[in-house]
């Protein structure tokens, strides 16, 4: 991949995402869809989801970048209260029952957050 293509892949700033903090999101295209997404870092790692329940597929975050529940050990759906595990995406709590959150492949190099599959690529906004 050149540094260009790089450039285009950037979700953002490592900096941007503190453990069980804020998470940032952003749009991908991918097989034809624009699909809503978030990264946030947990336990000092990124992690990458679509920003959708796979209950009845509404956006997660209560208020904007908030995914976190108020432990900060798990992401909480808003709307229904599932909790899913930050690691792996896998519900452990809710109407999703041990159904999971859509990873997005993301990386963490040179400071920045960005997309690590050339099928996915960012909308710019």
Known sequence: MTKENNCERVICDSSSLESEGLGHKFV???SGQQLNSFVLRFRGNVYGYLNQCP???LELDYEEGEFF????D?????????LFEPESGKCV???CYES?????????SD??????DDTYTLVQE
């Open 28 to 30: 991908v295209h991918h």
């Open 55 to 57: 209950h009845l597929f």
């Open 69 to 72: 529940d108020i432990s900060g």
């Open 74 to 82: 798990y992401i909480i759906c808003a709307n229904h209260g599932a």
């Open 93 to 95: 709590s809710g109407p």
């Open 100 to 108: 999971s959150l859509e990873p997005i492949p993301v990386i963490e």
């Open 111 to 116: 400071s920045v957050v960005m997309l690590d």
